[in-house]
């Protein structure tokens, strides 16, 4: 097990992970949802994002499904993050 695999396990050990289903699998995951004020703040826009070992979803690509507490979301696109062994995914809210 790598570097990046024992940090998210000890965030998932410590809480600071949110369970998230993706082809059947359930791993744990950095979630962030940063609100923003558009026009003046007459609109709001939220972003979604995941990050993630490589390892645990090697196969995550744009176009994918991700179930977090229940709510759906999808995949828009997929960067690596450092050296490649982390991930970071922008998700949109169905």
Not at 75 to 87: F, N, P
Request: aromatic share 6%; hydrophobic share 45%.
């Amino acid at each position: 097990m790598g570097l990046i695999e024992r940090l998210y396990e000890a965030a998932a050990n410590a809480g600071l992970l949110v369970s998230a289903e993706v082809a059947g699998r359930t791993v744990s995951v950095g979630f962030l949802c940063i609100d923003d004020n558009l026009l003046d703040g007459l609109v709001r826009s939220a972003a979604y994002t995941i990050t993630y070992p490589l390892s645990l979803l090697p196969d995550l690509e744009a176009g994918h499904t991700v179930v977090i507490t229940g709510q759906t979301y999808q995949v828009r696109d997929v960067r690596a993050i450092g050296d490649g062994t982390e991930r970071r995914a922008d998700l949109t809210r169905l």
